[in-house]
């Protein structure tokens, strides 16, 4: 049913020559290996491609191929006057919003493709291959490209689709995990993909400082509503200590919510203009982004967060509060 979707894609690309790939602002390895495994497959057949995102890649996916080649929108080409790409394919990305400053474009393009798998893409593009069955979009490419070469081998191709739907999947963990997305991992390996060192870099490595934060942080932990609600906190004394970045607290939340009879944990981090930025983590019956719509933020049942106009203290005040509702 695919290979029918696949061909009008197929068709743009083997036409024309000069083409934009997208990735989305704020970008995953799913978005990342998806762009990198397109570009590779188009580079070798000779053609040119331009690499776009708004924000800078992960740290981790740095030994990904071409990832040095992603340039901000405004940048390049685009600057000389009537330039229009063959087609600009935007990968990963649910609406035009996701595209940042990139979505103009879309406007410089004699055809516009948008892969994507989540449900709420909004089909902006002339052509939209939207499949929410899929795991990740780095299936959708993997598919695509073996579609248009059967014989490609590339095992710089096969890491970076191998990053995206290892990393959408949570290490093939979430609930997103389909037959497909083990099939192709499979396939994968018997091709010689080297699972242990791409695990490696892409769950396992660390730096001496995010452990050194992870343990303050797992030091601040208190536990609430008959230890069915674990607190954590990162202040930014805690940082400035350890000499780390604000955003490098990804996954320490995890640790309370991994807890045994814990319902929702929360990760409390001390914002600018004393304000609290909080990571909420749920099981059993608490929605996590209905617990987030109550301070003004959002996500999605599991997993959601939100901005709060007071201080750390003041915050897990009225985190809490509305908890003990939501728990009652
Ligand atoms: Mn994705």
Redesign the pocket.
């Known amino acids: 049913m695919r290979a029918v979707k696949m061909s009008p894609v197929i068709e743009v690309l083997k036409q024309g020559r000069h083409f934009a790939v997208i990735a989305h602002v704020s970008p ?1 390895g ?2 990342i290996g ?1 762009c990198l495994a397109l570009a590779n497959f188009l580079w070798d057949q000779g053609k040119t491609v331009d690499l776009y995102c708004d924000d800078a890649p992960p740290e981790n996916l740095a030994f990904l191929q071409g990832i040095q080649n992603f340039i901000k929108p405004g940048e390049k080409i685009e600057t000389k006057e009537n330039f229009t790409y063959d087609a600009v394919v935007c990968l ?1 990305c649910s609406d035009e919003g996701r595209l940042g400053d990139a979505a103009y474009l879309l406007k410089r393009a004699s055809c516009t493709i948008n892969i ?3 449900a709420t893409n909004t089909m902006y593009a002339d052509i939209n291959i939207v499949e929410p069955g899929a795991s ?3 299936e959708l490419v993997f598919e695509l490209i073996r579609e248009m070469d059967e014989d490609y081998f590339s095992m710089p191709v096969y890491e970076a689709i191998y990053s ?1 739907i290892a990393t ?1 999947t949570g290490g093939f963990g979430f609930s997103n995990t389909t037959p497909a997305a083990h099939r192709i991992a499979a396939q994968l390996i018997e091709y010689g993909l080297n699972v242990d060192k791409l695990t490696r870099l892409l769950f396992r490595n660390t730096t001496l400082p995010r452990v050194r934060l992870l343990a303050k942080a797992l030091a601040s932990l208190e536990m609430h509503c008959n230890d069915r609600v674990a607190f954590l906190t990162v202040s930014k004394a805690m940082l400035e200590e350890i000499g780390l970045e604000e955003n490098h607290t990804d996954g320490i939340v995890n640790y309370g919510i991994d807890i045994v009879g814990v319902e929702c944990a929360a990760l409390f981090k001390e914002a600018e203009q004393g304000k609290t930025k909080v990571s909420l983590r749920t099981k059993g019956t608490v929605d996590a982004s209905v617990l987030a719509a109550k301070f003004g933020g959002g996500g999605h049942v599991r997993a959601a967060g939100c901005l709060i106009s007071a201080g750390i203290e003041k915050a897990k005040e009225q985190v809490l509060e509305a908890l003990k509702a939501m728990l009652e």
């Open positions: 995953d799913d978005v998806s990963d994507d798998h989540h990740s979009t780095a995206g959408d």
